[in-house]
């Protein structure tokens, strides 16, 4: 199963970003799918979850800023990110696991979006 992400970029500090990612290969089901995040020189962390059935989970850092969702159908999630802060800036990574079509778990991780948060 391999996973696409997309949208990242240079925001200032109080804008929007909305990030994407999609899976692709024999998929039999998604369970959970989720953002981290691995700034410069630090380890990566997570920023949101989400499972097949709704329930979020937010990092701190991140909640009351950002929005996790999924569509079930596209074998997506999104990240909708607001007040961007300069200390968001990382190397955003989409990650899921489930089962794939031989009904082998899988774990897989997207290739990163950079997102810079400057002026």
């Known amino acids: 199963v391999q996973l696409q992400a997309s949208g990242g970029g240079l925001v200032q500090p109080g804008g929007s970003l909305r990030l994407s990612c999609a899976a692709s290969g024999s998929i039999f089901v998604i369970n959970s799918m989720g953002w981290y995040r691995q700034a410069p020189g630090k380890q990566r962390e997570l920023v949101a979850a989400i499972t097949s059935g709704g329930s979020t989970n937010y990092a701190d850092s991140v909640k009351g800023r950002a929005t996790i969702s999924r569509d079930n159908a596209q074998n997506t999630v999104y990240l909708q990110m607001n007040s961007l802060k300069p200390e968001d800036t990382a190397i955003y990574y989409c990650?899921?696991?489930?089962?794939?079509?031989?009904?082998?778990?899988?774990?897989?991780w997207g290739q990163g979006t950079k997102v810079t948060v400057s002026s």
């Open positions: 990650n899921a696991d489930g089962y794939d079509g031989s009904l082998r778990n899988f774990g897989s």
